[in-house]
């Protein structure tokens, strides 16, 4: 089995994630280490589907939206 701890950088996420108010969007995870991270929206993304395939995160697809996943 592959790697499951998270990066150092993966960890930024996952704090935004569990203080969030209930569940929150990729786009809002992106806003929120703005400044905090140099690094980009892209490669934010890319970090959340390795939580995700890592199977530290979970999401939810939008009711309105399916193109939209809440964590």
Known sequence: MGETTP???EWFIMD???NAQGSITAAEI???LKG???I???T???LINRLLAKGVIRHEVDEKDSRMYHY
């Open 7 to 9: 990066s150092k950088t």
């Open 40 to 42: 980009s929206a892209r």
């Open 36 to 38: 905090t991270l140099n």
């Open 16 to 18: 935004v994630i569990w």
């Open 44 to 46: 934010i993304r890319v």
């Open 30 to 32: 992106i806003t929120q």
